[in-house]
């Protein structure tokens, strides 16, 4: 069974660009939840998919959306990138219907702002 | 919100020492996951832990969780340079409603392993 895809790996964007990451969940998966890693601020939750449907956000600016297609693919979108927005991003599917139903994380994206 | 303290911040041990890292909750704990994680890369799911006083183990680690005391642990036995990684706790969140947030774990700052062969 294939794991949680995200692409690109990497990317080098430069500050008040946009940039949009893929999330492709595991098979059966109907749950998407984005993550932002730092070393200052270790691991912040984003937003979370559920059907199409946004059902969790965090504490992030507006700059930062996602979406969640049909196939619960996910997309998460960042405007007006600030140097501050350099981190690694993660996703993570999972069921989705089950209260503690553990996340299954992706390898991230890797986004530098210069 | 709460607040997840993992202890130690760094792990130094020889291969095939025993070792613990702990995980402290602020907030009574409902749902507690493990994770390891390798520089720059994806996390790693290891273990769930749902009610006070479960254990679960996998290969040579072992997690219990202490609902009383807030607070869960990880034990490796004869630690190999594989377990090599950050450990990351991670916390099921309640909502203002009192129900779980789907899909938002708060997490632990993580403990850095390193095993020396």
């Known amino acids: 069974k294939a794991g949680v895809t995200q692409t690109p790996r990497y990317l080098i964007k430069t500050r008040g660009q946009q940039v949009t990451l893929s999330c492709s969940p595991i098979?059966?998966?109907?749950?998407v939840s984005w993550y932002q890693q730092t070393p200052g601020q270790g691991l912040q939750f984003l937003f979370e998919?559920?059907?199409?449907?946004?059902?969790n956000k965090g504490n992030f600016p507006g700059r930062f959306s996602g979406r969640q297609f049909s196939n619960s693919r996910s997309e998460m979108n960042v405007s007006t990138l600030e140097l501050g927005d350099s981190a690694l991003y993660l996703c993570?599917?999972?069921?989705?219907?089950?209260?503690?139903?553990?996340?299954?994380f992706g390898n991230g994206t890797r986004l530098t702002v210069t | 919100s709460q607040e997840l303290e993992q202890s130690p911040q760094s792990l130094i041990v020889q291969e095939g020492k025993n070792l613990t890292i702990n995980c402290t909750s602020s907030?009574?704990?409902?749902?507690l996951y493990w994770y390891k994680q390798k520089y720059g890369e994806g996390l790693i799911f290891l273990m769930m832990?749902?009610?006070?006083?479960e254990e679960k183990s996998h290969e040579k680690i072992t997690a219990k969780l202490d609902e009383k005391k807030q607070q869960s642990s990880l034990h490796i036995t004869a630690s190999q340079p594989s377990h090599a990684g950050i450990y990351l706790c991670?916390?099921?969140?309640?909502?203002?409603?009192?129900?779980?947030?789907?899909?938002?774990?708060?997490f632990g700052q993580g403990t850095i392993l390193t095993v020396h062969p």
């Open positions: 993570a599917s999972s069921f989705g219907h089950e209260i503690y139903s553990p996340l299954h």
């Open positions: 098979s059966g998966h109907r749950s």
């Open positions: 998919y559920f059907s199409e449907t946004q059902r």
């Open positions: 907030k009574t704990l409902y749902g």
């Open positions: 832990l749902q009610k006070g006083g």
């Open positions: 991670g916390a099921a969140v309640l909502s203002n409603a009192g129900g779980t947030s789907y899909g938002k774990l708060t």
